[in-house]
């Protein structure tokens, strides 16, 4: 095994551990929390040495990164999630590679998503990107919709075809009335969860959490956490 493949395995089970123990204060069983790698910065050598350690589900943030690692990794078993910020002129790329894109945030992302997704003839899973920071104009810092929108757009997702409304996502915010308050957050997109799955039982997905903050959001609920620097390490400032 080589020192990468070491150190990569040691971050894993430390993240298994805390996933684990997470879920067992909160009664919850294992099985009910996916963990998602970010692998965003990485190669794709790093890719494929997590999944032969066992890992199915990664993310990235930029098209410019992902779409060349999906394509290197292609021929492993992963499912492939968008987690960053999607500009409409990126839409096709990441259709190509992505299962789920989990920061759809406005209308004409999801008629793009849907029109591509339909020329390309896959279903994308869309989970609707929560800004509890949202300011007067309804956005966040790092984008996302404001509560009281998610029901419009959850519906728009739910009504185009290729598209498939998995549920929810958000940031722990570092601005407004949840900044520093990670396990209220997480409580507040459960929340908005349980009304979600009112009109579409099947969005039961809530992505919540990284590396600093998982236990905060798998206390909450959350099916799915997003872990990047955990397992793959803090990588050098350059320069």
Not at 171 to 176: D, F, I, K
Not at 212 to 217: F, M, P, R, S, T
Request: aromatic share 2%.
């Amino acid at each position: 095994m080589t020192d990468r493949k070491h150190e990569l395995a040691a971050n894993l089970a430390k993240v298994e551990e805390r996933i684990a123990a997470a879920c067992a204060a909160a009664g919850r069983k294992r099985e009910e929390v996916t963990l998602i790698v970010v692998t965003k910065t990485y190669p794709a050598s790093d890719v494929r040495i997590l999944s032969e350690l066992g890992v199915r589900h990664v993310a990235e943030n930029r098209d410019q990164d992902a779409a060349p690692k999906a394509a290197a990794s292609s021929d492993l078993p992963l499912a492939w999630h968008f987690v960053g910020q999607l500009q409409t002129n990126k839409v096709r790329s990441v259709v190509g590679y992505a299962d789920v894109v989990q920061s759809v945030d406005r209308a004409r992302l999801v008629t793009a998503l849907s029109k591509e997704a339909v020329r390309a003839g896959r279903e994308l899973g869309c989970l609707i990107q929560v800004a509890l920071d949202a300011g007067a104009d309804g956005r966040g810092e790092r984008g996302g919709v404001a509560p009281e929108a998610v029901e419009e757009l959850a519906g728009l997702v739910a009504g185009s075809p290729g598209l498939r409304l998995g549920g929810l996502m958000t940031v722990a915010p570092l601005t407004g009335e949840y900044a520093g308050r990670q396990q209220a957050a997480f409580g507040r997109l459960m929340d908005l969860s349980t009304d979600l799955r009112r009109a579409h039982p099947a969005a039961n997905m809530v992505s919540a959490g990284m590396s600093a903050d998982l236990e905060e959001a798998v206390t909450a609920g959350a099916t799915h956490v997003r872990v990047g620097t955990a397992v793959l390490g803090v990588r050098p400032r350059l320069g």
